[in-house]
């Protein structure tokens, strides 16, 4: 696997960690009551999801430049 590919793999794994821990601390809140905590950690956990797919999707682009399509 390339260098590329691999560190598009890591950081979309690292992003993908970040919004799972958001979405729990949301749950949290929200279960707490407080709503403006939960929706604020909710947004955050989005865009982490965002980035992480982002990043897997330029791993697949690496892999297609190190390979060819098949």
């Given at each position: 696997m390339s260098k590329k590919a691999a560190e598009h793999h890591r950081k979309a794994s690292e992003h993908a960690t970040h919004a799972a821990r958001h979405h729990g601390e949301a749950a949290k809140h929200h279960e707490g009551g407080h709503h403006e905590k939960a929706a604020h950690h909710a947004h955050s956990a989005f865009g982490h999801a965002s980035h992480?797919?982002?990043h897997a999707e330029e791993a697949a682009r690496a892999h297609v430049e190190e390979h060819g399509k098949k």
């Open positions: 992480a797919r982002g």
